[in-house]
């Protein structure tokens, strides 16, 4: 990899999500040289990615140039790569673009969707880990109603109306809470000669609840706010296989449709190396509380690829952006106390509370000790939202068309954007 | 095909560009039964594709859902779907998703690119006539200086750092304009460890000069805009071949490049029938002076994809957005006539003028008999886009980051985003 030599020690960041960017634009650039590694050239902004699913954003608004975060940093080098092996004896990390080697090492690469090894679900089911996903599952969802126009077969229509969400985490519910509004406000106007009363949003959770890690309040009205809004929710459901359109559950239910959408687990992703041999609950590298791993002082997991084990936290940290943040802007401070000879500290997560939107004017929050829930819920999230979004830019163009779409539920994004198709040319000749 | 049976006389429309969706938004449907059928479920603003292809405007903001425009219209319908055949005889579509009778049929399927017959040129060069194609070009001229930062191949990072446009219209000059900006005021606080002085620009054109179509003063003052900002321009040159990255010409030069961007021609684009037989220049379908085809008087071919052999007309009429959009406009009012028993009128074309921005500050426009160029230019061009667009939301949003770009150059577009790439967890396994 062509990487300028400089006569400082090299700290490689694999991964530039909510904990690698921050690193990246922390890190005090007379003590280290600092290389940012992403398969991609953008940074995602995972919270709204429902929103980009649900015909509710751009995905360019949600989406943020690395590059363009670097900018005037010296000594900070981006490269669009795919690490495939970290070589922890030799101090390297091998990418399709070339070896390089580190000083210091921060994997950051996040999670992957976790299917709990049923490959047919894995198969045939719809993620949204990634803009692309999210992209895909736009087309899909608007692809079904404009195919639901052109069949008699009712089986299949019904298949084609019927949306099946599994998993009822803020994502899950999120996005069964844009369908519904989607179903309620949008498509039946779009859709002048199709019964969208015949639309189904289903979200089952294997839990007895849903929102399982918010209280019990908040849990609950949100079932409430979902339940007034259409959708049907399975608690203690778990779903068990998926093929020929049919969803089994552990239960005496089953369900006919399309479209399934996993939010049901994450796991811990990382390429593979020395570290995979420390691996704890939900497939995350076990780190100590300075968030380096075991076996090896000069490599660090931070956000969802690493769980810290100690015993301030004895089940680690949530899998949250907002953990991801404040472990990337520890790091850098720790990165730079240790190159001043500094003493360092271990990570204290500050817990911000949790929330999540189900429609508008619909919210749960639970911020320290206040829970709260409604319409001032819904305004904080959207303002905790817009800050935490990256670039000025992409706070105006997502708080346009909140302001649009509160007001007329129509923001005109539902786009099929599709590959390539030839032209009418190639079937004349 | 779903299409309800109502009493009345049913219009098809293929097509929803410029033409197809004003006839769609005109007619009076207590005459007709309209059905709208095109292969997405959006019009493409395709003068503004090659901001999208330079990351100047997102893909959203240029696309506008078609069942949206349609929408509180009755006996109005949208289908998603690719017209296979038309059956004149019979008079009948078949598309994808089933046959379709029609009583009044409108072809309104516009113009693919034209490669003159070169087989290698079609295959290796990236075309700009859809928001797929935009979409592509981005990824692709982003992707370029990646790959340059990682090789130590000179000649192949020549290559990537060279682009070719094929033909100086008004989108191969316009995309060169946008280029020029990208490679002087964008890229190089993007890539501070590429020097930017090794991108070209080339544009080459068949003609003794640029925007060949408009008048000697608008196209020498374009060339003078272009070679200010460091693009060259190779006139009376024909692109004779293009492979392993050689672009090879009628004359003594050729170009080592990896992109080559096909601008330089366009022909008429229809699904097959009866109607191919009255084939005009640039595969135009020939119509009378009330675009009817020869053979029926119940089949019309609007815009680029057909061309009215009149005395008034003895060229036809240019490929440009106007004209379909006149006709569109036109046809109308003439169905409407036509249903009403009135008499009709033969179609006349209003020129309202042709213009071309190359950058900031600089355009050249011909509106009636006033050329002028420069700053006034280029804000009517700003000015007449923004009006063109579909949507209000659209015209915010692009008009935002017009306003943007303006000050700072810099509005965060540039995402490649590309199909799916497995997780790290697949390596491990």
Chains 1, 2 share one sequence.
């Not at 921060?106 to 976790?114: E, K, L, Q, S, Y």
């Not at 993620?127 to 692809?143: C, E, F, Q, V, W």
């Not at 508008?360 to 319409?375: D, L, P, T, W």
């Amino acid at each position: 990899m062509n990487i300028p030599n400089i006569d400082l020690p090299r700290l490689v960041i694999i991964g530039a999500g909510f904990a690698g960017l921050q690193i990246a634009r922390r890190m005090n650039t007379n003590y280290y040289q600092t290389v940012l590694l992403d398969k991609n050239n953008y940074h995602t902004f995972q919270p709204l990615l429902y929103q980009v699913a649900s015909a509710g954003l751009e995905p360019d608004s949600i989406a943020y140039p690395i590059r363009k975060t670097l900018r005037n940093r010296k000594n900070t080098f981006f490269r669009l790569a795919e690490v495939q092996q970290i070589d922890e004896e030799n101090k390297q990390v091998k990418t399709n673009i070339g070896n390089l080697k580190f000083d210091k090492l921060v994997i950051a690469t996040g999670a992957c969707n976790n299917f709990f090894g049923n490959a047919t679900i894995e198969m045939n089911s719809l993620p949204m880990k990634s803009l692309t996903d999210a992209l895909n599952l736009r087309s899909k969802i608007l692809g079904n109603f404009e195919k639901a126009l052109n069949t008699n077969n009712l089986l299949e229509r019904e298949a084609l109306m019927n949306f099946v969400i599994v998993g009822a985490g803020p994502t899950g519910v999120e996005l069964a809470g844009a369908l519904a509004e989607l179903k309620n406000k949008v498509l039946p106007k779009d859709f002048p000669d199709l019964d969208l009363r015949k639309m189904n949003i289903n979200l089952i959770e294997g839990a007895p609840k849903i929102l399982a890690a918010m209280s019990e309040t908040s849990s609950q009205k949100a079932h409430q706010f979902l339940k007034q809004m259409g959708v049907y929710i399975y608690t203690d459901t778990l779903v068990t296989d998926y093929k020929n359109n049919l969803v089994l559950t552990n239960k005496d239910i089953q369900f006919t449709t399309d479209t399934l959408i996993w939010a049901a687990g994450v796991q811990g992703d990382f390429p593979k190396g020395k570290h995979t041999e420390l691996i704890g609950k939900s497939n995350r590298i076990i780190t100590n509380e300075f968030c380096q791993i075991k076996t090896s002082e000069d490599i660090f997991v931070l956000g969802d690829a690493g769980i810290i084990q100690s015993e301030q936290y004895p089940n680690g940290l949530p899998m949250l952006a907002s953990v991801a943040m404040q472990q990337g802007q520890y790091l850098a401070k720790t990165l730079n106390q240790m190159a001043a000879n500094k003493s360092i500290q271990p990570f204290v997560y500050n817990d911000k509370g949790t929330m999540a939107t189900i429609g508008r004017n619909q919210a749960v929050a639970e911020i320290a000790k206040y829970k709260f829930q409604g319409i001032f819920a819904w305004f904080v999230w959207m303002l905790v939202h817009l800050m935490l979004l990256v670039g000025f830019r992409n706070r105006i163009v997502v708080f346009i068309n909140w302001t649009w779409n509160y007001f007329n539920y129509n923001n005109g994004l539902r786009l099929i954007i599709r590959p390539y198709r030839r032209p009418f040319k190639k079937n004349v000749q």
